[in-house]
Antibody, heavy 120, light 110 residues
């Protein structure tokens, strides 16, 4: 069965960086776009961007451009999201989500979420 | 890209019907037929309930239905059940191959 297993919780100081991983199993990793979405405490879901595992191509939401980098390692079916210049506002649960490669433009499987806390 | 606008909360008794609206612009909801809806229970990954405005993934009950008119999409839950209680988010494909989520709606079953 399709699974997206994310790395564990992180605590970071302001100005630091965080790198979250998302290991895919149960399907061909290079066959589907992989997206990153976050949810700050008490807030809604926010789309951050996508990566094409096959080529490494990316597209980031405008508000994260310059601070986010999405990469992948196809040999271990794992995608990564690195966010730099952390502020308290980056405290959130970060999710990876797979885009359905048949119907496209919707997210059919999600990771369990990685809590990231920015604290001094 | 601004978040799509949803009501903060809706509620209904078991068996009733509730509808959640999702209002965007011509750059997202109004300009593309790729609106999806997600059910989110705290502490878990969201679950896809509707895609491409009206389509249901396998396994989602037909009590859940979607529609769109102009810049506003809607999710309707009929025959409301206790385990429908959750947060619901719309999401639209948008210009520049981006995506935008709604502000989220808490559905309460009275």
């Amino acid at each position: 069965q399709v699974q997206l297993a994310q790395s564990g919780a992180e605590v970071k100081k302001p100005e630091a960086s965080v790198k979250v991983s998302c290991k895919a199993s149960g399907y061909s990793f290079t066959g589907n776009y992989l997206h990153w979405v976050r949810q700050a405490p008490g807030q809604g879901l926010e789309w951050m961007g996508w990566i094409i595992p096959h080529s490494g191509g990316t597209n980031y939401a405008q508000r994260f451009q310059g601070r986010v980098t999405m990469t992948r390692d196809t040999s271990i079916s794992t995608a990564y999201m690195e966010l730099t210049g952390l502020t308290f506002d980056d405290t959130a649960v970060y999710y990876c989500a797979r885009e359905d490669s048949i119907t496209w433009k919707n997210f059919d499987y999600w990771g369990q979420g990685t809590p990231v806390t920015v604290s001094s | 890209q601004s978040a799509l606008t949803q009501p903060r909360s809706v509620s209904g008794s078991p068996g009733q019907t509730v509808t959640i609206s999702c209002t965007g612009t011509s750059s997202d909801v109004g300009g593309h037929n790729h609106v999806s809806w997600y059910q989110h229970h705290p502490g878990k990954g969201p679950k896809l309930m509707i895609f491409d405005v009206t389509k249901r993934p396998s396994g989602v009950p037909d009590r859940f239905s979607g529609s769109k008119s102009g810049n506003t999409a809607s999710l309707t839950i009929s025959g409301l059940q206790a385990d429908d209680e959750a947060d619901y988010y719309c999401c639209s494909f948008a210009d520049s191959h981006a995506y935008v989520f709604g502000t989220g709606t808490k559905v309460s079953v009275l």
